[in-house]
């Protein structure tokens, strides 16, 4: 069977959309580390419309920092992908050509560094999820006492982290009198370009404190929100597409295609060091103060993500279109968007924010994208922080509705235990799984012990959070509950 590359695209079937630059002068601009489905769903696909209208040397090196998969799915296929649009009204098939090569760093990272160092690259983009900034959720601060910042400080010309490459990367443009790039985060992270500045100049710190300087006064962090649902490609979803791929009759497999819905959204500080591509004139929002979007967005579709995950998971549903087939979830979702995070919302004038909700969860009920309830239950004690936790202290100051969020606590604990309620194992993954699970297994039979112990791990809950009386009990009855009647049951006799 054929494998997509850049000698066959031509002759695809007309109705796929292919590069209309020409990709044989096309030169880098980005690098992008953590190339995984969502970039290429997202950042490659606006830079791809950027390039389609306008051109420039914006083309992107992507690179991963962990494994070689995505490596080895790309570069056999001339970094050439198809990027499908699924929903109820079918299929929409893209082929992406903004990714020009993708590195390994862990094969090579002086190669990577050096990639990043050169004086054509105007901007390293990052998604690295959560737990990838190396700090400490609750204060934002580099974590100094992880083992790959440990290695980096040691051993910062072969770099293992994401700050490390960066601090390697400015390093060495520092020392050459070199302009700075843009550092442009595209994380679910609250404030993400200043968690980034803060790890990156707190890292730098260590190095030489001139140099710290120079990163603050040369190089620029722009915030960023990000929306696109993009589940995990499955090999079920390969094989489906090579038909629609066929080149004379012959299926053509792509090992690197992206499955995302239709809808996108990109907000972006507009900051940047050396230039950008023009994305504002192909559907992104560049904007002074990214804040309000990614408040709204966090808290709305972020927040009901995770409780639909662990509630949705504990329930037996593999799929959030599935959760969201079930009358009760839906009210419970309803009441969530409308009290407990809608509370602490102050939309922008001329923001539809009702119109906002609906659109969120009809995009929850997508049937076409099977987006695994375990897929967003992932590094949960780096993602409810900003998730739940923040509105959960903003209500608790203001005595507004918590019930909701300490019921979203309540079903990650419940999940983190390991064992789900037919006795069967969860694979629990999150970096901080070893210390979660001790809590919970120190308690098992005390729904009020495990509370205490899980809430009073400060590097997710920070010092504050034990200490209210309201919040502990709230979570620890639903804990109970959901021990005593199952998930499934507690969420159908409250939300009915
Ligand atoms: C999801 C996000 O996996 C998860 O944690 O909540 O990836 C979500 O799909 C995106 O933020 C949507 O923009």
Redesign the pocket.
């Known amino acids: 069977m054929n494998r997509l590359n850049k000698n066959l695209i031509a002759d695809l079937p007309k109705d796929i959309i292919l590069p209309s630059y020409d990709r044989n002068t096309l030169k880098p601009g980005i690098v992008h580390l953590g190339i995984g489905a969502?970039h290429r769903a997202h950042q490659a696909f606006y830079t791809e419309a950027a390039l389609n209208k306008f051109g420039g040397d914006w083309g992107i090196i992507g690179s991963s920092l962990r494994s070689a998969s995505v490596r080895d799915q790309l570069v056999p296929q001339d970094c050439l992908y198809t990027l499908v649009e699924r929903s109820g009204d079918g299929e929409k098939l893209q082929i992406i050509g903004a990714v020009l090569d993708t590195l390994v760093g862990p094969e090579n990272p002086a190669a990577l560094v050096a990639q990043m160092a050169a004086s054509n690259i105007k901007i390293v983009s990052l998604t690295i999820t959560e737990k990838g900034y190396c700090h400490d959720p609750a204060t934002g601060n580099l974590n100094l006492s992880h083992p790959d910042i440990i290695h980096d400080l040691e051993h910062l010309h072969a770099p293992v982290s994401a700050i490390g490459f960066l601090v390697a990367a400015l390093k060495r443009r520092f020392d050459n009198n070199q302009k700075a790039f843009t550092l442009l985060s595209c994380d679910?992270l609250p404030n993400n370009g200043e968690v980034l500045e803060k790890v990156v100049t707190q890292f730098a710190q260590k190095i030489s404190p001139d140099f710290a300087v120079w990163i603050k006064a040369n190089a620029t962090f722009p915030c960023t929100m990000?929306?696109?649902?993009?589940p995990a490609t499955t090999d079920e979803d390969r094989h489906d597409i090579e038909a629609r791929l066929s080149v004379n009759g012959e299926p053509v497999r792509d090992e690197g295609m992206v499955v995302c819905e239709p809808f996108t959204q990109w907000v972006v500080e507009d900051k940047f060091a050396d230039g950008r591509p023009e994305w504002d004139k192909v559907g992104v929002l560049l904007v002074e103060d990214v804040r309000v979007f990614e408040k709204i967005k966090l808290r709305l579709?972020?927040g009901a993500?995770?409780t639909m995950a662990y509630t949705g998971y504990l329930s037996g549903f593999q799929y959030i279109n599935e959760v969201m087939e079930q009358p009760a979830f839906v009210n419970l979702v309803k009441t969530y968007m409308a009290r407990e995070a809608g509370e602490t919302i102050i939309a922008p004038a001329g923001f539809d924010i009702e119109a906002y909700k609906q659109q969120l969860r009809e995009r929850f009920s997508n049937k076409a994208l099977k987006h695994r309830t375990w897929?967003?239950a992932?590094d949960g004690s780096q993602?409810l922080p900003q998730r739940l936790l923040e509105t959960l202290r903003e209500q608790l100051a203001g005595n507004g509705h918590i019930d909701i969020l300490c019921l979203g606590v309540a079903a990650w604990i419940r999940y983190i235990s390991g064992v789900d309620e037919k006795g069967a194992p969860i694979e629990v993954s999150d970096p901080l799984v070893k210390e979660l699970r001790a809590a919970c297994d120190a308690n098992q039979g005390s729904p009020a012990g495990m509370v205490q112990a899980v809430v009073g791990i400060q590097k997710v809950f920070g010092t504050d959070l034990i200490d209210d009386a309201r919040f502990v009990q709230t979570t620890t009855q639903w804990l109970e509950r959901f021990y005593a009647k199952g998930v499934l049951a507690s969420v159908q006799d409250a939300f009915k």
Request: aromatic letters at 6%.
């Open positions: 969502f679910n990000i929306d696109r649902i993009v579709l972020n993500h995770s897929q967003i992932m993602k």
